[in-house]
C-alpha cells in the first residue's frame, strides 16, 4: 500500500474543448488559468479531445513527471468516459478513485449556449468543487471474491432443462430445481407446437431424458427452493426435497401399486377431465419416472391403515417414513426459469368457463387433443361426449385486457390456430370461428402458418363477443358479437368454445423474487437488466432469467433465451474470482451505538447487528446506495468515494464566491 | 421585505444532490438534446438521493445557497429499489422544519426525475430559478448572525 | 463617598458610551445577561445575577486569536489583541472575585495576552448585592456580598441613590470627570452598611476552616450527574478552554480559534490514540469539585468557587456546591 | 398530591430489593428542599423515596450507565424514553423492572408547571411492569404553536435571536435521553459541520442538525429545555418535529416498541399521497 498524503495533494487539472462543443460557450483558457490559481494544483491544461488517445497519454505522462497524486478532467460527463479515464490513472500507478471528472459539456455548455459568462463561471465553480473533493479522496482497494463454479436453475420446463443441458454439457456443474414430480413443464401437456404440428413430447421427452442421463446435472425434482441469501460468485441455496414416499432407486414404475391403490383423484396433468390414483406417476415419459405418493389424499396418511401399495410393491419401494429434507448448495450464478401459469378463466365470468361444461381452455383443449388425454385424442364435448359440429375460439382472455392484464400474452393467437387446424384435420366437417381483436403473427413461419389456415375454411372474426350464453335445452353455446370487419351483429350456437386463455407470472417465483429483491415489471414478470442490451441479466448480478419469467414468448423464443442465460451465467462461474461493488458503505466500529436504524434501511440485508452491539457491514451484498449513512444519526457509517468530508467539501467549495 | 433593493439583477445559487442513475442521467440527456435552462444549477452526484443527508441540505444553505435542489428516480424506480423512499420522507420532514425555522420551504425542491427526463429536467431548473429570484436572496448567515 | 440618582445610572452610561463599550445588564426573554450596550437597549437595574457570567467578556465563549495564510512557503501570523477601552457596569462583586481568579491564571507563568488585552482595558463598575439570590452563597467564601477590592467603582443600592465608592485612582477620574456624582451623606453609609449587613443575615455561614472535599459524598452526587456540562460554561471562574486550527478549503490560510472547552466533557482529556487518563464519569466529576475547592487553593490560596450560584440553580440533576460544602464541614 | 402513591412506592421498591429481584431503584428523594433523583441499593434507604410535583427528572437517562436489574419509576415521558432506548437496543427489558406511576405536570421550585409538562399528552406511563396509584385523565390534543402564526421573517429572526444567546455548552444534548451516540455529529471533527468556534449560523445549523436528529426520537420530556443555561425553547421546535412525525408519518415516538422508526421506514401508497399534499402546500 502507498502513502497518500492528505493535506496538500499534487493536482493536476485537465479542461477539455471538446472540439468546440465546449468552448464554443466556455472560455475554455479563462477555465484552466482559473484552475492554476487554485492552491494545491500544479499543473492545468486545455486539450482539444482529452478523451483521445493524445489527452489520456497526456496525463499519463504528467503523472508520472509530475508526480501528479490527484487528477482532475473537466469535460464531459462522467457516466460517459469517467471509467476509461480511471485506467489512466490506474497504469500510470495511481489509485483511479484519485481521479474526478468535471461534467462541463452536457451539463454547461450544450445547456446554456446564450449565456457564455455565466456558464464560464459556473465551469469555474464546478471546477473549484471538484478540486476540492479531490484532496480529500481517497484510495480505493479492489475487493475480489472467489467463485463457486456451479450454477443453480430453477423450474424444469422447457426454459430450465435447455439451460441446464448447455451448462452442464460446458462442464458445469448445474443443480435443476423442480417443484412438480417431473420435469417437462407445460410444454409436456402440450399436444403439438406450431407452426410445424410436430408432437411436442416427442421433441421434449429426448431432451428430459438427456437431463436424467447429464453426469454435471443434479436434478432435484418435486423440490422447493425455499431461501437464497449469498451475492453474484457465491450464493446459497436452501432446497426442499419433499417426500414422494416412494424410494426412487427401488421403484421401476411397473405401476402395480396404482393399479391396487383404492384412492381416485382428479388428475392435474389432465387439466382435471380424468382421475389418477393417489400412488402415480405425473405422466407416463415423467423424469425422473418415479411412483409418487400424494400425501393429502393417500388413505395410510388419512386413516393409518391400507398400505395396499406397500403390499404390493415387489421391490419394496414404498416407504412412508419419508420426511421432507433441506439441502443447502453453494453456487455462483442463478437463471431463474419458473415459467408461467395459466390466467384464471373463471375471472372473465362472462365466458362461463366452470359453469358451462363445454367451455373449455386452450390448455384444456391441448389435453383433450393428446393421444395420452382424457378421451384419447377423439375431439368430443365434455358435457355429453358427442363430437362437436361446430367450436368456437375466443382470443386475448386475461390479456390485452385492462380488467385483467393489459400486455398481449403472445402465444394465444398461434394456439388457436393450431387448435383450430387440427380440429379441421380431424373432423373436416367441424365449423371452426376464431373471434380475434387482432391476428398477431410476427415471427419465424407463423404468417406462413396463418395462411395454411386461412385455407382450411376456418372463420376468423374481428370482435369478441362479450359473453357466452348457454342454451340449457340443446346445450348449445350462444355467441352474440359485433362483426366488426362486416359491420354486423353475428351470432352463432356452437357445440364447444375454446378459450385462449393468457399467461401471467407463476406464482412459485413470487419468494425467490423477494428473497433477491428482483426488480418486476408492473406486470408481475422479472425485469430484464435491459431491455434490448440486457435481456437474460436481472438487477442483480449473477442472477439472469429465461422463458416466460420475463416475458410471455413461444418456444423458440424461451429455448433461445434459456441458451443465452445459460451463457451469461458461466460468465461468472468462468471466472475464479469477480470484482465487487467498490463504493460500499463501511462502519466505524468506535463510532457505533448499535442503535440498528441502519438495518432497517439496507435493501440488501448487507447489515446486520452482531454480538458485540455494533452493526457489521457485508461488503458483498452492499450496493452502495448510502442510505445507510445518513440513517445513521452519529455518521458512523459512510460511503467509500462519498464520504461526509468529501460531500461536504464539494457544497463548501461550490458556495464560496 | 426579503432583500427587496437586492433582488434586481440577482442570481440565484443552487446546490443539486443529483442521484446518478435517474436525476443525473437526466440532466445529462437536456444537455445530449441540447435543451437550455439557466445555469444557476451546480450539481453533486450521489449514487442514490438516500445518500443525501438533511444536514447536507442545512450546510448548503449556511454556505450561501439560496436554494438546494434534490433529484432522484422516480418512486419504484430506484435503482436500489428503496432509497428514494427514504429521501421522500427524509425531505418531506426537513421542508416542514426549515419553514417552522423560517426558511421558505419552496427553497429546497425534491423531485424525481428519470433518465429520460431530459426536457423535464431543464423544465424544473427553470421554474425553481425564478422561483427563487422571485423569493431572493436568502444569506443565511447574514440574516442569523445580525438579524438583518 | 459619592452618589449617584438612580436615574442617573442610565444617563452616566450614555456619556461613558462616547468613549468607551459600555457593557451592561439588559433583559432578554425575561432573564438578565450583561450586553454592550447599544441603542435601543433597556438597561435593568433589577436583578440578581446574570444568566452567563462576565467572564464571556473577557474569555469569551469563541474568539479569533491569530490568522495566518501560507504563501511561497512562508506562512504569515498576525495576532489579534484586543485594546478596546469598555466599562463593564453592574458586575455582582462575586463576579468581580471571579475575575481575579481568572487574573491569577492569566497572568502566572505563562501570560494569556488575549484575556489579559481585555482585561487590563476595562473598567469594573460593581454593583453590590443588597438582597440574596435563593442559591447565593458567596457569605461562605466571603467572596460578597460587599466588595473592597478588584473593581474600579463600587455601588451600593441604598434606595432612590447608589452609594458610590471608588477603589481606585482611575475610578476616582470617572467619578470626578462626571457631573452626575454628588457627595453622599454619612446616613447614606449608615443605609448601606445596614443593607448589606441585612443580605449577608439571608445567606448561609460556614466555616471552612476545618473543611475538606469528603470524597465519599462527591462520588455519590457524581452518580445523579448528567454531564450536560452548562455548569462549566456558566461558571465565572471556569477557564478551560480548547484551541482549534480552522482552514480554508485547501488548507493554505486559516485562522486560530479558542473557545470554551469543559473538563465534563469526556473528550477533554483523551488522547490522541483514544486513550482517555481521566476515564469515567465520577473521575471527571471528581475533578471538578477537587479543582475548585482544593487545587485552587493549594495554588493560589482561594478557593476556585465565588458562590454566585449559577450552577446550581442550572443544575438538571439537582447537584449543589453548597450541600458538598456543607457535607465537606460537617464531616 | 401523592402520598397513597409514594407509600405504594415505597412498598414496591422495598419488596423488590428484599426479594432481591432488582439491584437497585432509580427514583426520587430530597436533598434540602430540593428533588433529586437517587438510587437505592438496600431496603433500609427506601424510606427516602418521595413522589410528588418535583420529581422532574427524566429518569430513562440514568439507565444506559447502570448494571444489573434495575427497577425504575417511570412517569409518562419516562417510559417513553425506555421505550425508545429498548427499540434502539441501549437497555435490555429483562434488565428492568418499570414502576410506572401518572403525573399530573411537574412545577419547578416557584410552583410554576413546566412548559413540557403543560403540553404533556402523554401523563400516564405507556409501558410498565407494575403500576403504582391512579391512573390521570389525558388531553386529547396539542396547544396551538403560537410560533405558527409567525411570519417565515419573523420565525426566522425568533430563532435568529434564540441561537445567538446560546452559548454551545450543549448541555440540551447530553441531557437528552435520546441522545446515546458514540459520537455526536455536532462535534464531529472530521467533517466539522458545526464550527465550534463559528459564527452564529453554525449555531442555527446545530440546533436545526438536531432538531433533525430528534424526529421519530423525542419524547417530548422538556429536559433539554431545562437545563438550557440560556433558556432557548428547544421544545417549540422539538415537539414541532414530534408533530410533524406524527402528521406525516402516524408514529408518536416512544409509544410502540413494534413502530419502526418512521425515517427507516417506509408506506409505498400513503408518502406518494402524503407528498402530493406536501407539494400542493409548500412547493
Known amino acids: ?657 | ?148 | 463617598m459619592k452618589k449617584i440618582r438612580e436615574d442617573d445610572v442610565i444617563k452616566l452610561l450614555n456619556e461613558l458610551r462616547k468613549k468607551y463599550e459600555v457593557i451592561a445588564p439588559v433583559k432578554l426573554d425575561g432573564r438578565v445577561y450583561f450586553k454592550t450596550l447599544g441603542e435601543g437597549d433597556v438597561l435593568t437595574l433589577d436583578y440578581v445575577n446574570s444568566v452567563v457570567s462576565p467572564k464571556d467578556f473577557f474569555l469569551p465563549q469563541k474568539e479569533r486569536i491569530l490568522e495566518f495564510s501560507e504563501s511561497g512557503g512562508e506562512v504569515t501570523v498576525e495576532d489579534e489583541l484586543s485594546s478596546k477601552k469598555r466599562v463593564f457596569f453592574g458586575i455582582r462583586p462575586c463576579d468581580v472575585n471571579a475575575l481575579l481568579i481568572l487574573d491569577s491564571v492569566a497572568r502566572e507563568g505563562f501570560e494569556d495576552p488575549y484575556y489579559l488585552g481585555r482585561r487590563d482595558n476595562t473598567l469594573l463598575i460593581s454593583l453590590e448585592c443588597v438582597e440574596p439570590g435563593d442559591d447565593c452563597f458567596c457569605s461562605v467564601f466571603n467572596t460578597g456580598p460587599s466588595l473592597d477590592e478588584g473593581a474600579d467603582l463600587v455601588f451600593t443600592d441604598i434606595g432612590d441613590f447608589y452609594l458610590v465608592k471608588s477603589l481606585t485612582d482611575e475610578g476616582e477620574r470617572l467619578v470626578s470627570g462626571s457631573e452626575f456624582f454628588r457627595k453622599a451623606t454619612g446616613g447614606d453609609e449608615e443605609t448601606a452598611g445596614k443593607k448589606r449587613k441585612e443580605c449577608v443575615k439571608g445567606m448561609e455561614s460556614l466555616d471552612l476552616r476545618n473543611f475538606s472535599v469528603d470524597e465519599e459524598v462527591v462520588k455519590e452526587k457524581a452518580k445523579r450527574c448528567l454531564y450536560c456540562y452548562s455548569c462549566t460554561f456558566i461558571c465565572p471562574t471556569c477557564y478551560c478552554f480548547d484551541v482549534v486550527d480552522r482552514m480554508d478549503l485547501y488548507s493554505r490560510n486559516g485562522e486560530r480559534m479558542r473557545f470554551w472547552d469543559s473538563c465534563m466533557n469526556p473528550s477533554f482529556t483523551e488522547m490522541a490514540g483514544n486513550f482517555n487518563p481521566r476515564d469515567g464519569m465520577v473521575g471527571r466529576f471528581m475533578n471538578r469539585i477537587n479543582h475548585k475547592l482544593r487545587y485552587m487553593r493549594d495554588r493560589y490560596g482561594v478557593y476556585g468557587c465565588v458562590g454566585c450560584g449559577r450552577c446550581i440553580r442550572n443544575c438538571p440533576a439537582g447537584i449543589s456546591m453548597l450541600e458538598i460544602l456543607r457535607e465537606g464541614v460537617r464531616k | ?283
Request: charged content about 30%; some cysteine; proline content about 4%.
Open chain 1, 1 to 657: 500500500m502507498g502513502l497518500v498524503k492528505k493535506r496538500h495533494p499534487r493536482i493536476g487539472v485537465y479542461v477539455c474543448h471538446c472540439g468546440q462543443n465546449i468552448s464554443s460557450v466556455v472560455n475554455v483558457s479563462e477555465v484552466r488559468e482559473y484552475a492554476e490559481s487554485l492552491p494545491n494544483v500544479v499543473l492545468a491544461r486545455e486539450n482539444k479531445y482529452t478523451c483521445s488517445d493524445l489527452g489520456q497519454s497526456s496525463i499519463a505522462k504528467d503523472i508520472k513527471k509530475h508526480e501528479l497524486e490527484r487528477v482532475v478532467v473537466a469535460s464531459c460527463s462522467p457516466r460517459l468516459h469517467e471509467i476509461a479515464f480511471r485506467e489512466v490513472l490506474d497504469s500510470s500507478g495511481l489509485n483511479p478513485y484519485l481521479f474526478e471528472m468535471v461534467n462541463i459539456r452536457e451539463q454547461c455548455s450544450w445547456v446554456h449556449p446564450k449565456d457564455k459568462k455565466r456558464a464560464t463561471e459556473k465551469a469555474k465553480d464546478l471546477v473549484r468543487a471538484a478540486v476540492a473533493r479531490s484532496m480529500l479522496l481517497e484510495p480505493v482497494e479492489k475487493i475480489k471474491k472467489n467463485v463457486t463454479k456451479a450454477v443453480l436453475v430453477i423450474g424444469g420446463g422447457i426454459a430450465g432443462i435447455t439451460s441446464a443441458l448447455y451448462l452442464a454439457r460446458a462442464g458445469i456443474k448445474t443443480y435443476l430445481v423442480e417443484k412438480e414430480a417431473s420435469i417437462g413443464g407445460h410444454m409436456a401437456q402440450l399436444d403439438k407446437t406450431y407452426p410445424t404440428l410436430d408432437c411436442s413430447l416427442c421433441i421434449l421427452s429426448p431432451r428430459m431424458v438427456d437431463v436424467k442421463n447429464e453426469p454435471n446435472i443434479e436434478l432435484l425434482s418435486y423440490s422447493d427452493v425455499v431461501n437464497v441469501e449469498g451475492y453474484v460468485g457465491n450464493f446459497i441455496v436452501r432446497v426442499r426435497k419433499n417426500p414422494r414416499y416412494v424410494d426412487a432407486e427401488k421403484c421401476i414404475s411397473c405401476g402395480a401399486c396404482a393399479e391396487v391403490c383404492p384412492v381416485k383423484v382428479v388428475d392435474e396433468f389432465n387439466q382435471g377431465m380424468t382421475h389418477r390414483k393417489a400412488i402415480h406417476l405425473q405422466f407416463p415419459q415423467a423424469v425422473p419416472n418415479t411412483y409418487l405418493i400424494d400425501r393429502v389424499n393417500c388413505l395410510h396418511f388419512k386413516t393409518g391403515a391400507c398400505q395396499l401399495c406397500a403390499k404390493k410393491c415387489d421391490n419394496n419401494a414404498i416407504d412412508f417414513s419419508q420426511k421432507e429434507e433441506f439441502l443447502d448448495i453453494d453456487v455462483g450464478s442463478i437463471v431463474i426459469a419458473t415459467g408461467f401459469q395459466l390466467f384464471d378463466a373463471k375471472r372473465k365470468k362472462e365466458y362461463g368457463y366452470g359453469r358451462f361444461d363445454n367451455v373449455l381452455t386452450n390448455l384444456d383443449f391441448e389435453r383433450i387433443l393428446s393421444a395420452d388425454g382424457p378421451t384419447r385424442g377423439k375431439i368430443k364435448r365434455p358435457a355429453d361426449s358427442k363430437k362437436p359440429d361446430s367450436i368456437a375460439f375466443i382470443q386475448c382472455v386475461g390479456s390485452r385486457d385492462e380488467n385483467f392484464n393489459a400486455y398481449c400474452s403472445t402465444i394465444c393467437c398461434m394456439t388457436s390456430l393450431k387448435h383450430a387446424m387440427q380440429v379441421k384435420e380431424k373432423n373436416p366437417g367441424t365449423e371452426v370461428y376464431i373471434y380475434f381483436n387482432d391476428i398477431r403473427t410476427s415471427g419465424k413461419d407463423l404468417e406462413e402458418f396463418y395462411k395454411r389456415g386461412r385455407i382450411r375454411g376456418i372463420y376468423f372474426i374481428r370482435g369478441l363477443p362479450p359473453e357466452v350464453f348457454e342454451d340449457p335445452e340443446t346445450g348449445k353455446l350462444i355467441l352474440r358479437s359485433e362483426d366488426l370487419n362486416m359491420s354486423q351483429i353475428l351470432e352463432k350456437r356452437v357445440d364447444m368454445v375454446v378459450l385462449a386463455a393468457g399467461i401471467e407470472p407463476s406464482p412459485s417465483a413470487e419468494k425467490i423474487i423477494r428473497r433477491l429483491h428482483l426488480n418486476q415489471s408492473p406486470d408481475g414478470f422479472i425485469m430484464e437488466a435491459h431491455p434490448k442490451l440486457r435481456p437474460v441479466d436481472t438487477n442483480i448480478a449473477g442472477v439472469y432469467i429465461a422463458g416466460c419469467a420475463q416475458f410471455p414468448k413461444g418456444i423458440p423464443e424461451v429455448v433461445a433465451q434459456a441458451g443465452a442465460a445459460a451463457m451469461a451465467s458461466t460468465e461468472v462461474v468462468l471466472k475464479d474470482e469477480i470484482p465487487i461493488e467498490e463504493t460500499t458503505a463501511f462502519v466505524d466500529e468506535g463510532k457505533c451505538s448499535g442503535c440498528g436504524i441502519c438495518v432497517n434501511v439496507c435493501p440488501y440485508e448487507a447489515i446486520k447487528l452482531a454480538d458485540e452491539g455494533i452493526v457489521e457491514i457485508n461488503e458483498i451484498l452492499c450496493k452502495g446506495c448510502g442510505s445507510c449513512a445518513v440513517a445513521c444519526p452519529s455518521s458512523a457509517i459512510q460511503q467509500t468515494h462519498f464520504l461526509d468530508s468529501q460531500i461536504k467539501a464539494q457544497i463548501k467549495a461550490l458556495l464560496v464566491s
Open chain 4, 1 to 283: 398530591m401523592g402520598s397513597d402513591t409514594e407509600n405504594a412506592l415505597k412498598r414496591e421498591a422495598r419488596n423488590l430489593l428484599k426479594k432481591g429481584d432488582v439491584d437497585l431503584v432509580l427514583g426520587y428523594c430530597m436533598e434540602g428542599d430540593n428533588v433529586i433523583p437517587c438510587f437505592i441499593s438496600s431496603p433500609g434507604e427506601v424510606d427516602g423515596l418521595v413522589w410528588n410535583n418535583r420529581c422532574k427528572n427524566n429518569l430513562a437517562v440514568y439507565l444506559r450507565e447502570l448494571e444489573g436489574r434495575v427497577a425504575v419509576v417511570a412517569k409518562g415521558c419516562d417510559s417513553r424514553a425506555i421505550v425508545e432506548l429498548l427499540k434502539a437496543k441501549q437497555v435490555e427489558r429483562e434488565d428492568l423492572i418499570i414502576l410506572g406511576v401518572s403525573c399530573r405536570g411537574m412545577v419547578d421550585k416557584e410552583g410554576e408547571e413546566y412548559g413540557s409538562c403543560r403540553v404533556c399528552l402523554h401523563r400516564n406511563p405507556v409501558v410498565y411492569d407494575l403500576f403504582v396509584g391512579e391512573k390521570v385523565s389525558e388531553r386529547e390534543e396539542r396547544d396551538v404553536d403560537e410560533l405558527e402564526s409567525l411570519s417565515l421573517r419573523e420565525r426566522l429572526e425568533f430563532w435568529s435571536k434564540q441561537f445567538r444567546k446560546c452559548i454551545n455548552c450543549l448541555a440540551c444534548r447530553n441531557v437528552c435521553p435520546m441522545c446515546f451516540c458514540e459520537e455526536c455529529v455536532l462535534e464531529k471533527k472530521d467533517p466539522e459541520w458545526i464550527t465550534r468556534a463559528g459564527d452564529a449560523s453554525n449555531l442555527f445549523l446545530l440546533h436545526a442538525i438536531k432538531a433533525t436528529h430528534m424526529a421519530g426520537r423525542c419524547v417530548e420530556c422538556g429536559e433539554c429545555e431545562r437545563a438550557c443555561p440560556v433558556d432557548i425553547p428547544l421544545m417549540h421546535l422539538y415537539s414541532r418535529v414530534c408533530r410533524d412525525v406524527e402528521e406525516l408519518f402516524g408514529v408518536e415516538s416512544g409509544m410502540n416498541l413494534e413502530d419502526k422508526p418512521p425515517l427507516a421506514a417506509f408506506d409505498l401508497e400513503r408518502d406518494a399521497m402524503l407528498e402530493e399534499n406536501e407539494k400542493n402546500k409548500r412547493g
Open chain 2, 1 to 148: 421585505m426579503e432583500a427587496k433593493n437586492k433582488k434586481d439583477g440577482f442570481e440565484p445559487r443552487i446546490v443539486g444532490f443529483l442521484c446518478n442513475w435517474c436525476s443525473y442521467a437526466g440532466a445529462d440527456l437536456a444537455g445530449t438534446s441540447r435543451i437550455e435552462y439557466p445555469p444557476n444549477l451546480r450539481a453533486v452526484r450521489v449514487m442514490c438521493s438516500s445518500r443525501v443527508n438533511p444536514l447536507f441540505v442545512l450546510k448548503a444553505f449556511q454556505e450561501g445557497a439560496d436554494g438546494v435542489f434534490i433529484g432522484g428516480c422516480h418512486p419504484q424506480d430506484c435503482h436500489y429499489m428503496e432509497g428514494n423512499y427514504y429521501a421522500r420522507r427524509r425531505f418531506m420532514l426537513l421542508k416542514r422544519l426549515i419553514e417552522y425555522m423560517g426558511i421558505n420551504p419552496g427553497r429546497l425542491r425534491v423531485e424525481w426525475v428519470s433518465a429520460s427526463e431530459g426536457d423535464r429536467f431543464a423544465k424544473i431548473v427553470r421554474e425553481f430559478t425564478g422561483d427563487l429570484k422571485r423569493l431572493g436572496p436568502l444569506d443565511l448567515r447574514e440574516r442569523v448572525c445580525d438579524g438583518i
